[in-house]
């Protein structure tokens, strides 16, 4: 009999799905992730799991879970899975791409607007009662109009953000690990140097993935080679930021304002020093959280399980880097 750990409480309408085929095992909470032990007590019978980007998957989780065939990962980033272990260990590991694609590149733009317009500021000041007359620069933000605007990451998320930008008359530029000249044209997109993309932008835009190569990417150096009036937005992973290093850059003006879907540690502690800044907006990683395409991402998790449950190949393996 095959078994099926889902590691938070998903609607039943997917549970049947996978109950017609297995026995299930289901955390009873949608907010608060499947505490370690006993996550790791639940594998232990299981020949699939359904995990999220909360469950880190290592030497401890593979020992612990002899019959596992897949990980279906409700992410399309895995840096939170040990992937070469996995591959190592026969195991099949899966994640969502594609399907949350332009919902994270709206909200990667709901967070640009939203800071350079200084929405979060402005709107705390009226619920405040501080609104006290029009001001001539009372809350003047940034225009997107005419700015350059710098994409660290160009992947499938970068593409669809580039793509977005072509209607709202900026310069676009970016970096990524490989160059794309077949996009370059239809997204309007020029291939920079990092430096020069730090250097000349006035909105950075991080989609990157967390990689050895992306880690703390955005460090004291980079901060201090953007643009004093610079806003910096990040949608791919906290740890590809030097957090420190951001506070300090917001703190000494070096850049003008961040928005952060994305922390080092997720929940952020509530002593961050990021919460301080009223040039920081940070939101709890929503980036592809629409109803369809979370409802999207729980149906290819469960698909690329009943797959593998039918010998057949899974809709979106991740391979070995
Ligand atoms: C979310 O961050 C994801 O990787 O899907």
């Known amino acids: 009999m095959e078994k099926v750990v889902i590691t938070r409480k998903i609607p039943q309408q997917f549970v049947a799905q996978l109950e017609s085929v297995a026995q299930v095992e289901m955390w009873d909470e949608s907010l608060v992730p499947m505490p370690r032990d006993?996550?790791?007590?639940?594998?232990?019978?299981?020949?699939?799991?359904?995990?999220?980007?909360?469950?880190?998957?290592?030497?401890?989780?593979i020992t612990a879970a002899p019959h596992l065939k897949i990980i279906a990962n409700m992410a399309v980033g895995y840096d939170n899975?040990?992937?070469?272990?996995?591959?190592?260990?026969?195991?099949?590991?899966?994640?969502?791409?594609?399907?949350?694609?332009?919902?994270?590149?709206?909200?990667?733009?709901?967070?640009?607007?939203?800071?350079?317009?200084r929405i979060v500021e402005a709107e705390k000041y009226v619920q405040n009662g501080e609104w006290q007359s029009w001001g001539p620069y009372l809350f003047a933000g940034k225009d997107l109009n005419n700015a350059n605007?710098?994409?660290?990451?160009?992947?499938?998320?970068?593409?669809?953000?580039?793509?977005?930008?072509?209607?709202?008359?900026?310069?676009?530029?970016?970096?990524?690990?490989?160059?794309?000249?077949?996009?370059?044209?239809?997204?309007?997109?020029?291939?920079?140097?990092f430096d020069t993309l730090l250097q000349q932008s006035d909105f950075v835009i991080c989609t990157a993935p967390l990689t050895d190569d992306t880690k703390d990417k955005f460090n004291a150096q980079a901060f201090e080679k953007m643009k004093k009036d610079a806003i910096f937005i990040n949608i791919g992973r906290g740890a590809v930021v030097d957090e420190q290093a951001l506070v300090h850059a917001l703190q000494n003006e070096q850049i003008a304002a961040c928005g952060l879907d994305v922390l080092r540690e997720e929940p952020i502690d509530m002593s961050h020093p990021l919460l301080a800044l009223p040039n920081a907006v940070i939101v709890p990683h929503i980036g592809s959280a629409s109803v369809m395409t979370r409802n999207r991402m729980i149906q290819l998790c469960v698909d690329n399980i009943s797959r593998v449950f039918n010998q057949e190949q899974p809709k979106t393996p991740i391979m070995s880097n």
Do not use: W
């Open 149 to 193: 605007v710098g994409i660290y990451g160009m992947g499938e998320i970068g593409k669809a953000f580039a793509r977005r930008l072509k209607g709202f008359n900026t310069n676009i530029m970016y970096h990524n690990r490989t160059r794309h000249k077949d996009d370059e044209e239809a997204l309007g997109a020029l291939y920079v140097p």
């Open 81 to 117: 899975i040990d992937i070469n272990l996995v591959n190592q260990n026969g195991i099949i590991a899966t994640n969502t791409p594609g399907v949350l694609t332009e919902t994270t590149a709206e909200l990667g733009f709901t967070l640009m607007l939203t800071v350079a317009r």
């Open 38 to 61: 006993q996550f790791l007590e639940a594998i232990q019978d299981a020949t699939a799991c359904f995990i999220t980007l909360s469950e880190t998957i290592d030497e401890e989780v």
